[in-house]
């Protein structure tokens, strides 16, 4: 697929996500026990099933944005999970970007944007760094 080809589905599909309905489970506006992710509506008289007026939309293949860009980052690179400095290698920087996961350390963190810097990859979520100076600070209270 060329690159006018991507960035013209990538711009479908910021158009049809804007007129995408937010899909929620039966009833979840009205019960708290019920979370508003998406669930399929399976009972016998369910009014969302049956695609009823006045209730919300089921999600259904229809609603489907393109294939050839589906689960890539808007930027049109593939988002790659990163959780060590070994496997910012394996990152092609034309095609990926990076994403740390959730669960590494502040310290952690700090090491692999150096190394990603250097390298030069782009990490989407750098907002949550802490900062190397109060690592620094922490080591000293510790000696």
Same mark, same amino acid.
């Given at each position: ?19 995408? @309905? ?19 509506? %399976? ?5 969302? %099933? =049956? ?14 944005? @393109?294939?050839?860009? %589906? ?7 593939? *988002? ?23 669960t590494v350390g502040?310290?952690?963190? =700090?090491?692999?944007? *150096?190394?990603? *810097? ?14 190397p100076s109060d ?9």
């Amino acid at each position: 697929m060329s690159d006018t080809e991507k960035r013209r589905l990538l711009k479908v599909r910021r158009r049809l996500n804007q007129s995408r @309905p937010k899909f929620y489970a039966f009833e979840s506006w009205r019960f708290v026990k019920i979370k508003s992710r998406w669930r399929k509506p %399976r009972g016998i008289d369910n009014k969302m %099933r =049956t695609n009823e007026k006045g209730w919300p939309k089921v999600a259904n293949i229809g609603w489907g944005g @393109p294939a050839a860009v %589906r689960g890539l980052h808007p930027t049109g690179k593939e *988002e790659v999970l990163i959780s060590n400095v070994k496997d910012l290698k394996a990152i092609n920087i034309e095609t990926q970007v990076a994403r740390i996961t959730r669960t590494v350390g502040g310290k952690k963190r =700090t090491m692999i944007l *150096e190394e990603a *810097e250097k390298l030069g990859v782009k990490i989407l979520n750098t907002r949550a760094k802490p900062k190397p100076s109060d690592f620094e600070k922490l080591e000293e209270e510790k000696q």
